[in-house]
């Protein structure tokens, strides 16, 4: 110790100045009060019930599903727009309230509530969320029930699309999509002053139809796909909290169940090999996840020090019984019946934050993530794509094993300027079977937040990364995969990436918002596979404030996404070269204006364009591919008359039109291709006006402050 | 150690901790101690009374019946948050001592803002807070949360989003692609992946892992298959970009070049798709509707025993 003391004497004497300054300058908590004589009798608590209740109508005119696509409008026409929302609370603190939005689309959603404040309190929720997908889409496949579909008597099944006579006159329209619905029941019980716990139970349908495709060897078709799932979940939290520490347990049970989980379709093409005539998909299998976890904190008596902790434990299960190996005659279902899925997976983490000195802060985790998959690999003796058998093959599969380590400082160099240095590693270990042992990824990077003035911030950060691997295992690639290919997830990376952050008061009314990043990834060992990647973002925002009635902003972004990648047709072909380069632009500006005490406005513009090019290289100059692109343009004008302090009107009117081109979609008819019966899926467009008229009604009776 | 470098590091230590007092003057409390208003909110709501303070009485922090609360019997009421206020009130106003104010216009550091929250939700949903990027950013509570509004923007579906994009102005942009999830329609919002008060996971997911995250809605990807897809069991982030993307399906490349970054077999994985497989020359199945998943269909995983190629 002497020793250590003696060599060690500057450092210690820093130490203790450092330490010394920051205790001398800790603060002094005031004296708790006596807050016997604290009324609060100028407090307007809220007591008794208020409500409102919207009511009006919309008429979208040239509304599809793509404009409809998350709204749930859809075509043209007339849609209630009804809302209400409430509450009542006693001077007992028992309360109830809901809110309830939307209810005349399929995005309605709400909830209601009620409770004991500081007691209980329960909750009853649903949410509705519609996804509409292609807005184009005919298919000769015609719904025999059971997630099976068959084709139009007299089809002509032929060797390619072409030759299928009955194509056209089958063809029938048909609407994909589908409605995520969700019901939750939650409770949560305070018990003291420290304890509380949670629950809720958790409903989620899935219910609609989405398309797939499949092949019989080299012929392939899109055919609809049934959606029916059901995911039910309950999670059960006990918390308690302390004044230095905290702890929360939580049960987490998840089970998924796909109600149609397989999908049979009938062979449009003459078929390979007598019998198959009929394919057959397996969907999502059911599955359940159960996971325990514990965290929490502990404040540590010096230096400011928080202690955070968390460990996990979670079984993934899914034991759905096999399907028979092909629709061929004589297919056999394999033994095991069923796959008896067993995935544990884990999740420890340590964290530190410290506070050592007043002017710097340093944390850190360390985190372990397990991925292990204890399921049985099967041999399997396979039908190809139910025409002939492929052989048999063991099924892989996969575990990991990460660790994460991150840490940082931070420090407030001057009172203008803070700094802080930061890093984090990231190790992944694979298991067995896959063509790579380890891989790390190491981080670091600086940053400094620079504030030369009050109302001037900005954050520059810069760093770099690289990410390095063991050797490559080329005798784990599937048979025929060229060793030289190394997948984007596998393959050494240099990173160098920067970004600035920055937000200005410019005047007491003008603000301007900035935020930047660059990235440049290079793949260099790779000889096949992504080669680089560059990106770009730059987004910023100005407002500006006249007046107390009247804000007016703008703002804009433009990004760009360039990547180089490389492959290799085989030996009588050098290699070719894909270059890709993504822009993408925003901009829009707009005004909220309250005209008077009656009127208040708000204008908004939104334009978007990106365009996408992709070229080629073979032997010779690059080909270039048509430009993908797409276009929005949105103008919305909002107004809102104020008839009373109780009844408001709300005229809304929006245009929008959207545009897009897709070389990968346009023109591609169900018989474009020889080989794929496709579903005639065209790019997104829509152009709609929509008109909104409300009538909103404010009621209720809320109790005045108590006064002496 | 040699000594030349302890002396370095001593000098640069003390520099700190010179360096330090400045700062912690400007939050020093004044001496003496702070003392607290004769009546609490009684005494504040004299002056402190127009609509937007008053809406606080719509807020869950303040409830009279909560004994958890600042209003709840025997709290600080408005001085649980804003520290002290005796002086403040000697002053008439004049003098902030003891008070600590919140918002863009604050003269209160971040951190002391952030403490009076810290006193009460560190133990709760701030948890994490000391670790997160948001605290080490210096980004107070208060850059997010309205306090005083009835209902905080930061906590309604609608409108949380807003909030985000006001620093990240990028993931703004982003929203406004051709795939996105429904965050632009107000129908989902950061929260339901991101915990912005500091979390176990990478880019402070709300789950543990990013497939984790993914499958707490998307449950039909969570398997096991029978037939695995490796990329899929290790990230969702390896082929989706899930804030938007100009590609389909958040694919963060457009098939076939996405599958090609991996896949280079013999045959038709290594085949150089080009524009000759248009529909102005011969239509390739390889290229166009779904590009590889016009037959590969199954790529999240395949439990059908002829699953291998993730075609059935």
Redesign the interface.
Known sequence: MKHLLR?????A???A??????IA???????A?D?S??????????EGYDAKVEVGAMYASGANASYG???GIDHTGAYADVAADGQYRSA??NYASYDLEDLGLP?R?GYVEGG???RFDVRLSY?G?PTRLYDVAVTPFRSLGDSSFGLPAGWVAAGSTAGMTQLQASLAPITLGFDRRTVALSGLL?AG?SWSVLGEFRR?E?VGTDF????FLTD?L?VPQPVD?V?NSFDATA?W??????L?ITYTG?W?Q?NS?TLTFANPYLPFVPGSTT????L??G?N?QQLSA???V?LPWLAT?L?Y?A?LGH?Q?N?A?????TLPGAT??APGS?D???H?S?Y?L???SHP?????V???A?Y?G?D?A?TP?T?A?????TFP?GS?V????S?DRV?LDG?A??????WM?I?V?GELHD?HYGPG?VLTWSQDAQSWGYA?IAPVAALSF?LKGGNAARKTSAFDAAAL?????P??R???YAPRDRVFFSL?S?W?VTATVSW?????FADDDYRLSQ???QSAHER?????ISWRPRETLNLYA?G?Y?TYD?L?S????VA?PP?L?A?A?R?W?AGAGAEWLVSQRWRLKLDY?H?P?Y?D?D?T?NGPP????Q?W?R?DRTSLEATYVRSSALQFHLRYSFEKFD?SD??????GPA?????L??G?QP?RHSVNLFALTASYQFGKVAAPKSD | ?D?RC??G??????L??????????????ASP????S?????TC??CH?DAGI?AL??TAH????????P??H????CEACH??GAAHVKAHGKQPA?IVDFG?RAVASAAKQNGMCLGCH???AA??W??SVH????VACAGCHTLHAAHDPVRVADTQNEVCT?????R???L???SHH?LR?G??ACTACHSPHGS?A?AQLVH??VN?TC???H??????????H??V???CD?CHEPHGS??PALLK??PP?LC????????H????????G??GGT???F?????C???H??V?G????????L??
């Open positions: 060599h060690n004497a500057p450092l004497l820093g130490v100045a450092a330490l010394a300054a920051g300058a800790a603060d002094t908590p005031p004296e009060p807050t004589s604290w009324k609060c009798s100028q407090c307007p608590f809220f696509r998350y709204t007992e603190g995005s959603e004991h404040e500081g949410d969320q305070l002053s989620q899935k797939t495709s499949a092949s392939a899109q799932y995911t918390k909290a302390g004044r230095m520490a905290s929360r998840s998924f796909d989980d394919g057959r998909l397996a999502p299998p599955n996840l965290a929490g904190n404040q928080t955070t968390s996990s993934l899914q759905a096999f399907l028979p190996a092909s279902m394999p796959l899925g067993d995935v997976v999740q983490m964290g530190l934050a000195l007043p002017k710097l802060s944390h850190g985790h985190t993530d991925r998959d399921t099967l399997l396979y039908v190809v794509t139910d492929g093959f099924t892989p599969r996969y990991e994460r940082g931070d420090y407030s160099l001057f009172r803070r802080g930061a992944i896959q937040t954050t599937p048979p025929a995969e060229n030289l290919i997948a984007y997830n952050m937000d008061a918002t900035l935020e930047g990043f096949l596979g992504l973002r730059a987004s910023t925002t703002d972004g990004q990547y990648q492959g290799y047709s085989g072909t070719w894909v890709n993504e993408f925003n939104l978007t990106s996408t992709t080629i073979l080909q270039a591919f048509p993908n797409t929005l897009s070389w990968a979609l346009g023109g591609v474009t291709i020889p080989n794929l496709a579903l899926l997104y | 150690m000594r302890g002396y590091l001593a000098a640069a230590l003390a700190l901790a010179g360096g330090a007092a400045p700062a912690l003057a400007a939050d020093a409390p101690p702070a003392t607290y004769a009546h609490g909110a009684d709501l004299v009374n008053m009485f719509r303040a409830r009279p019946n909560d004994p958890r609360g209003f709840g025997g709290g600080l009421q520290g002290a003891g863009p560190r133990t709760g948890h994490d000391d670790a605290a080490t950013r210096g006001t620093c990240h102005q990028t703004q942009t982003d406004l692609k051709l429904p329609e129908k989902m176990t990478p543990n892992t984790e499958t707490a809605c449950a039909e990807y969570r398997g096991p298959f029978l037939w695995e490796q990329p069991t290790e990230d390896n100009a590609q490349v457009r070049f090609q970054q991996c896949h280079e077999g013999a045959g994985p290594s085949v150089a798709n080009s524009p000759s248009l529909p239509p390739s199945a290229l166009l509707a779904g590009g998943v016009n037959c269909s199954q999240h395949s439990n059908h025993p002829s699953g291998r190629a075609m059935r």
